[in-house]
T-cell receptor, first 116, second 108 residues
Framework: GAVVSQHPSWVICKSGTSVKIECRSLDFQATTMFWYRQFPKQSLMLMATSNEGSKATYEQGVEKDKFLINHASLTLSTLTVTSAHPEDSSFYIC????????????FGPGTRLTVL | RKEVEQDPGPFNVPEGATVAFNCTYSNSASQSFFWYRQDCRKEPKLLMSVYSSGNEDGRFTAQLNRASQYISLLIRDSKLSDSATYLCAVLAGTALIFGKGTTLSVSS
């Protein structure tokens, strides 16, 4: 099946710093990528949808100036958490979808962010 | 908004038991439905899609009831390795909306 990678797999940073997470589709072209966040014992919450070459669409309640998303190519999307705070500590997961299959999404392994 | 709801459990069952999970969704226009399995600190992995006619994959059976807006997952002959969190997901527009997940613990 299609493979999606994320980097880094975990990161610890100080409050106030910015953290960039990369999501790559390794063997297919991802026209659409999704970013989710999951707090302990909670569901995956969709943060934003990004289409290659256009601005991301953010879900209600997600600050677009805090969570910067760039989807500059068909194989790479990045999420930057700017001025991270302890409450941003979470499990961030991306998924990617090919243009040819509207239904199936392939998930990355996730990035665990801890903000001190 | 609670578009997709699941009983969080946990469901604690012995090996060999049959266990069923239900999930309700609020958007009657939803067209595609899925069950995912998520192990601790891992990404969700697609277990099976759910079709209107119901579908079976080995010990797993998924059903969709559009009239009542719920989907179900039946696991027969539970194995220790089935212990995980099971998430239902509904395709809403272009994005998947997940339930909180139901935790299953199978013991020997």
């Amino acid at each position: 099946g299609a493979v999606v990678s994320q980097h880094p797999s975990w990161v610890i940073c100080k409050s106030g710093t910015s953290v960039k997470i990369e999501c790559r589709s390794l063997d297919f072209q991802a026209t659409t990528m999704f970013w989710y966040r999951q707090f302990p014992k909670q569901s995956l919450m969709l943060m934003a949808t990004s289409n290659e070459g256009s601005k991301a669409t953010y879900e209600q309640g997600v600050e677009k100036d805090k969570f910067l998303i760039n989807h500059a190519s068909l194989t790479l999307s990045t999420l930057t958490v700017t001025s991270a705070h302890p409450e941003d500590s979470s499990f961030y997961i991306c998924s990617a979808r090919e243009a040819s299959d509207y239904n199936e999404q392939f998930f990355g392994p996730g990035t665990r962010l801890t903000v001190l | 908004r609670k578009e997709v709801e699941q009983d969080p459990g946990p469901f604690n069952v012995p090996e060999g038991a049959t266990v069923a999970f239900n999930c309700t969704y609020s958007n009657s226009a939803s067209q595609s439905f899925f069950w995912y399995r998520q192990d601790c600190r891992k990404e969700p992995k697609l277990l099976m899609s759910v079709y209107s006619s119901g579908n079976e994959d080995g010990r797993f059976t998924a059903q969709l009831n559009r009239a009542s807006q719920y989907i179900s997952l039946l696991i027969r002959d539970s194995k220790l390795s089935d212990s995980a969190t099971y998430l239902c997901a509904v395709l809403a527009g272009t994005a998947l909306i997940f339930g909180k997940g139901t935790t299953l613990s199978v013991s020997s």
